[in-house]
């Protein structure tokens, strides 16, 4: 356990953000020896802090990340069980050209989380999120193709979105006829028969 009354450590929080688009957590900000007297003060204004939303801060100086405001969605959560997920998991994994409206967010059922922010939708799901579900794009937890192309398929993502998404997944060696065929089959019949439909789109490996 961190001591929270060490002296601050800004090089360690200034290290840990720039890993984050210059976002930070308040839990993470405490492990830095930040109080919360502390961070209000830095968060005030002219301070270095910017407060994005509760429990939310950025480096007020930090320059602008690309896809920020996916980075701040999953930060908002909890980012140990929260994965970027359906469109916005297609488009940062380049699969189709999905142009997502709003960020999209998974987290377990089970789990308890703050009313999402404006422009985030949080979906909720009792299928665990196994180790080969999960993968890291630019330092986001991200579903991985199968789980994404399944999902976005579930959600009612355009079916030529999906389509795509599964030929190019194949194409770039991200995933396998018989991975999609094999999770496809613990979906819904719409699922697995669009699935199916793709396959019949791409190549033949």
């Known amino acids: ?36 007297a502390l961070l209000a003060h830095h968060a005030r204004e002219g301070g270095r802090f910017t407060r994005v939303r509760r429990g ?27 994965v970027v997920s359906h469109d916005s998991a297609l488009d940062l994994l380049g699969l ?13 059922r089970s789990k308890r989380y703050r009313p999402a922010a404006p422009g985030v ?20 937890r991200v579903t991985a193709p199968v789980r994404a192309i399944l999902d976005a398929a579930e959600a009612g993502t355009a079916p030529e979105q999906v389509i795509a998404a599964a030929v190019q997944a194949i194409e ?18 719409r699922v697995e028969q669009l699935v199916r439909r793709a396959l019949d789109h791409g190549p033949a490996t």
């Open 121 to 140: 939708r949080v979906h909720t799901t009792t299928r665990e999120m196994v180790p080969s579900d999960v993968v890291v794009r630019e330092g986001i």
């Open 96 to 108: 189709s050209d999905v142009v997502p409206e709003v960020v999209h967010v998974t987290v377990p």
């Open 172 to 189: 770039q060696g991200l995933a396998t006829r018989q991975q999609l065929l094999a999770a496809a089959g613990e979906r819904s019949s």
């Open 1 to 36: 356990m961190h001591d929270t009354t060490q002296a601050p450590d800004h090089d360690r929080l200034f290290e840990l953000a720039s890993e984050q688009g210059g976002y930070f957590t308040a839990g993470q900000a405490r492990q830095c020896g930040f109080s919360h």
């Open 56 to 82: 939310l801060y950025r480096l007020r100086q930090f320059p602008p990340a690309p896809r920020e405001e996916v980075l701040a969605a999953w930060l908002a959560l909890d980012r140990e069980e929260a």
